[in-house]
């Protein structure tokens, strides 16, 4: 899958980053070049995040491409009017059923818009994504991440994250979710940046997918 190059101010933040962290440093030259992962910004992309709770990439893709075939999925007016049943038959639990009307009404009804989140800085649009039912911080963070292209943003409570931490800082044990946030704070304002490299890092080792890197359409 071919991907988007790093803007400027990503390529001048990795610069600096691995610059300073040595460990940081080392991904790239094993792992290779780092792939530019966006998604699309609004209501297409938080569905996308529901999609993929706490399930494993190679799943969230397969359910991801059943709903996009269905006609009116990606929009939230058309989705209100849906029955439960086609997005359960599209492979969605129904705790994300649930989750993902709520996020459609939250769009239809002007309590989430695109433009409006784009124009938030971090803290506000994550609270503001969080008032959602089933939207948490990791799903909020990650949208901002790859949909609205925030270099500053650490989800602390990824599992892959914390993993790949451990491995290149020779940790005893994964970082809780708290003491990793607190650990990344050493990589600001380039967090989003540090998540990516070690995202890249942990796909590099263990040979696991991306969804971004399995075909959704």
Not at 23 to 34: F, N, Q, R, S, T
Not at 43 to 69: H, K, M, P, Y
Not at 86 to 105: D, M, N, T, Y
């Amino acid at each position: 899958m071919d991907f988007p190059h790093p803007p400027a101010e990503a390529i001048e933040g990795l610069r600096l980053l691995t610059a300073a962290d040595p460990d940081l440093a080392g991904i790239l030259p094993a792992a290779g070049p780092l792939p530019w992962r966006v998604r699309p910004a609004g209501f297409t992309g938080l569905l996308q995040a529901i999609v993929g709770q706490q399930i494993s990439n190679a799943a969230a893709a397969a359910i991801w491409r059943r709903l996009q075939a269905v006609p009116g999925a990606l929009d939230p007016v058309q989705l209100l009017q849906f029955d439960p049943s086609v997005l359960q038959g599209a492979g969605l639990s129904r705790p994300k059923v649930a989750h993902a009307f709520s996020l459609a009404e939250a769009f239809a009804s002007g309590h989430l818009a695109t433009e409006a989140l784009a124009a938030m800085d971090d803290e506000a649009a994550i609270a503001r994504i969080c008032t959602v039912r089933g939207m948490g911080r990791w799903s909020a963070e990650v949208y901002l991440l790859f949909a609205l292209g925030r270099l500053d943003v650490f989800p602390g409570g990824d599992l892959a994250l914390a993993a790949s931490v451990t491995d290149i800082k020779r940790l005893n044990a994964r970082p809780k979710p708290k003491p990793l946030a607190a650990l990344a704070e050493q990589w600001q304002p380039w967090r989003g940046l540090a998540a990516r490299l070690l995202w890249h890092h942990w796909r590099f080792l263990t040979g696991r997918p991306a969804m971004d890197d399995l075909p959704l359409v």
